[in-house]
């Protein structure tokens, strides 16, 4: 069935620092790819999205790329700063139902002042 | 603008019991989506409902487990005879339309005794 891969589980970085999560998808009719953050305690946030039809979309210090030939999409966060720290899930979905997402085993994020 | 709104936020109950667990999607939103999450995992999809109706119930259990969104009031995730394995956190999200970002509700966790 479908499934969404997710690396690393775990990621430690300091302060201001770069961060960058990669997630592979298998199916090949997916076009759209969420980005969530979770804190503890609540649900997930959507942080980003990007749609198949472009190839990467940049949002202050968030970035999402994706290359549909090798099936996976990224995450990168810049300058990353104590408050980045939180559970970050990739998903993918169809474009026609973006709701029904396949979710990848998420990343906890820290970030050491 | 109130987000999506869940509750209980915790629910214990004894095996054999059954769960409701309500969901008010956001001002706007007929399209309701239930997600599970177990400990250290990602969500996994369950059902989607928009008003009166269920459209994809591919991800929740034959058993025990039922989903309604009613024409007046919140959508319902009701399970029965509760086990130890449905303790979960369970993950209300809405949409405006089927292909619009979904907004999570901070959920409702069950823990079976």
């Known amino acids: 069935g479908e499934n969404v891969e997710q690396h690393p589980s775990t990621l430690s970085v300091q302060e201001g620092d770069s961060a960058v999560i990669k997630c592979t998808y298998s199916?090949?009719?997916?076009?759209?790819f969420p980005w969530y953050k979770q804190e503890l305690g609540k649900g997930p946030q959507l942080i980003i999205d990007?749609?198949?039809?472009?190839g990467e979309k940049k949002d202050q210090r968030i970035a999402v790329t994706l290359n549909k030939t090798a099936k996976h999409f990224s995450l990168h966060i810049t300058e990353t700063q104590p408050e980045d720290s939180a559970v970050y899930f990739c998903?993918?979905?169809?474009?026609?139902?973006?709701?029904?997402?396949?979710f990848g085993q998420g990343t906890t994020l820290q970030v050491k002042p | 603008n109130a987000g999506v709104m869940q509750n209980p936020r915790h629910l214990v109950r004894r095996r054999g019991q059954e769960a409701r667990l309500r969901c008010s999607p956001m001002?706007?939103?007929?399209?309701v989506y239930w997600y599970r999450q177990l400990p250290e995992e990602g969500l996994k999809f369950m059902v989607y409902?928009?008003?009166?109706?269920?459209?994809?119930e591919s991800g929740m259990p034959k058993e025990r487990f039922s989903a309604e969104f009613p024409k007046e009031g919140p959508s319902i995730l009701r399970i029965q005879q509760v086990v130890r394995g449905d303790s979960a956190a369970y993950f209300c999200?809405?949409?405006?339309?089927?292909?619009?970002?979904?907004?999570f509700g901070n959920g409702t966790r069950l823990t079976v005794t």
């Open positions: 998903a993918a979905s169809l474009k026609s139902n973006t709701g029904k997402l396949i």
């Open positions: 199916d090949s009719a997916s076009n759209y």
């Open positions: 990007i749609r198949s039809n472009v």
């Open positions: 001002k706007g939103h007929s399209h």
């Open positions: 409902l928009q008003k009166e109706n269920i459209i994809d």
């Open positions: 999200a809405s949409a405006d339309r089927a292909d619009s970002p979904l907004h």
